[in-house]
């Protein structure tokens, strides 16, 4: 009875401590801001003595906008962390709910929150004014402080957007790296030069600005010579093609290409005007082309460089070829002839056929090749079902990962996309592997097969293959093997090889995860 006692005392002890560990959150949204990761250590360093709580672990975020979970690896890390159940520690302590993040949907925020609170880690805002307790009340101003803290990134934004084209509109500029033959130039508040900001430099003081300036003889003579060269009928690959032939430096570093070539001749800082809000990625997200109506345009605030006619006939080039080689009916019209001439069609075809826009070009217009083909009234020999389908077989891999995670001990939670499934990561090193394989009649065979390749990494460790049943929507079972034991070539598999080849099958993912569980332990 006595040596009861002690064990069950000896587990409240352990208990005690661990509910006395807890890590820390940091989070600051820019660079410039070079005391707020000090100032919130400090602040939290201050709520764990005065509450006997020891630091034990640290997730910083510098830099890193609040908007969005992206980029933002130390979140993620704790996450996954508190989800893998790799977390020693009981608390996480954040200076206060802006801290934690400002996302626009506040359920979002609230998500993250209860990931932690279902592992049973509390998340504790030190500077607010509310106990996190789940109390209503405390609920109440919790939410509170999410929807201010998203507010205050949208006054933010609208006030920095009216700024930037208030600034724009005086002619000086508002961005970053600036086009070939161009230099940024800081100036004071009343004008005066003080240098010319090298790449990666930005104004330390509100009261500076930056304005453009025309760069060295040659490259101002390069320029010139690439809008001369196009409007007399090259094109830009052509070009790109001389000026690395020349060994002309680009200003990004890198050999000349289409694209670039194409961004200088439709740059209106070379014709003495700078152009701000072309595109717009309101509050992180989704990037938005504007229309010109739309577009803030301060004319004669750089030097010019090339002369406005020859300008402005590159532009009807431009705009020209685009009307009449890359609408819609005239892609049509040429993959039709395409049809016609070769009695199918395929994406290397495509690519080979002189005249005919690239197959990626029919992609980005239409969605797809099939879409296109559909258009022009010709069906593909080949079954395509798979592709349709693909979306339903990375959610049966996504879910079989999820459980495991949750279920079998030092399994990273998060999953690595492969283009054959997916594999998740154990903690010596080693990877359980996830493939799904779909179901389709042999016609000589006349017969079930199922197909089975390996993924072109070879992660060492375990490998779980899920056979679909005949309509390809549901799991037939799950095969249990070692990652050495998938076929290096494909391998076309009846019921009787599959039978013969492999023991370890499973009707339900409850009794494979089981069985993972046994092997992981031996």
């Not at 309509?471 to 799950?478: R, S």
Request: glycine share 8%; with cysteine.
């Amino acid at each position: 009875m006595g040596t009861a006692l002690t064990v069950q005392k000896a587990r409240l002890l352990r208990r005690r401590e661990h509910e006395l560990r807890a890590a820390q959150y940091i989070r600051m949204s820019t660079d410039r801001q070079q005391y707020s990761i000090a100032n919130q250590m400090a602040l939290i360093a201050t709520y764990a003595a005065e509450h006997r709580l020891e630091i034990v672990r640290s997730y910083i975020d510098e830099g890193i906008s609040g908007l969005r979970i992206n980029n933002r690896h130390g979140l993620i890390d704790l996450l996954n962390d508190v989800q893998s159940g790799a977390a020693d520690f009981a608390n996480v302590l954040v200076r206060d709910v802006s801290r934690w993040g400002r996302f626009q949907d506040t359920d979002e925020s609230a998500y993250y929150e209860f990931i932690c609170k279902l592992a049973g880690v509390k998340v504790i805002y030190c500077a607010e004014v509310f106990e996190n307790d789940g109390s209503p009340i405390s609920s109440l101003w919790k939410n509170m402080k999410r929807l201010m803290a998203a507010e205050v990134s949208r006054d933010q934004s609208a006030k920095v957007f009216a700024g930037q084209c208030r600034v724009v509109g005086l002619g000086y500029r508002v961005g970053g790296v600036p086009g070939f033959a161009l230099r940024r130039e800081l100036v004071d508040a009343s004008g005066r030069s003080r240098g010319f900001l090298e790449r990666g430099q930005y104004k330390a003081l509100q009261t500076d600005r930056v304005v453009l300036r025309a760069g060295p003889p040659d490259e101002i003579a390069i320029v010139r010579g690439i809008f001369r060269s196009f409007v007399g009928g090259k094109r830009e690959t052509a070009i790109a093609r001389e000026l690395n032939a020349k060994g002309v430096a680009s200003h990004r570093g890198v050999p000349w290409n289409l694209q670039m070539i194409g961004r200088i001749l439709r740059n209106e800082n070379y014709i003495g005007n700078t152009v701000y809000y072309r595109t717009s990625s309101y509050l992180r997200q989704r990037r938005v082309i504007n229309g010109k109506a739309k577009w803030i345009r301060k004319e004669g605030a750089v030097e010019q460089i090339v002369p406005r006619d020859v300008f402005d006939d590159a532009q009807r080039i431009m705009e020209s070829r685009a009307r009449q080689h890359l609408s819609s009916d005239f892609l049509l019209k040429k993959l039709r002839v395409l049809q016609l001439r070769l009695g199918t069609l395929s994406a290397d075809a495509i690519n080979r056929a002189k005249g005919v826009p690239c197959a990626a070009i029919y992609e980005r217009r239409f969605g797809s090749l099939r879409k296109a083909y559909a258009l022009i009234g010709f069906n593909p020999p080949a079954d395509y079902s798979y592709i349709d389908t693909r979306g339903e077989r990375e959610n049966l891999i996504q879910q079989l990962a999820d459980e495991i995670a949750a279920v079998v001990p030092n399994v990273d939670s998060k999953l690595i996309a492969e283009r054959t499934g997916g594999c998740l990561s154990l903690k010596d090193g080693s990877f359980v592997s996830l493939r799904v394989v779909r179901c389709w009649q042999h016609p000589q065979r006349h017969c079930r097969v199922w197909t089975l390749r390996r993924s072109a990494k070879l992660h060492p460790g375990i490998a779980i293959v899920i056979r679909l049943d005949e309509q390809n929507k549901e799991a037939l079972d799950y095969i249990l093997t070692s990652r050495d034991r998938l076929p290096g070539r494909p391998l076309i598999m009846t019921e009787a090889v599959v039978g013969k080849r492999y023991r370890s099958r499973f009707k339900k993912s409850t009794d494979l995860i089981r069985a993972l569980k046994r092997r992981l332990k031996r």
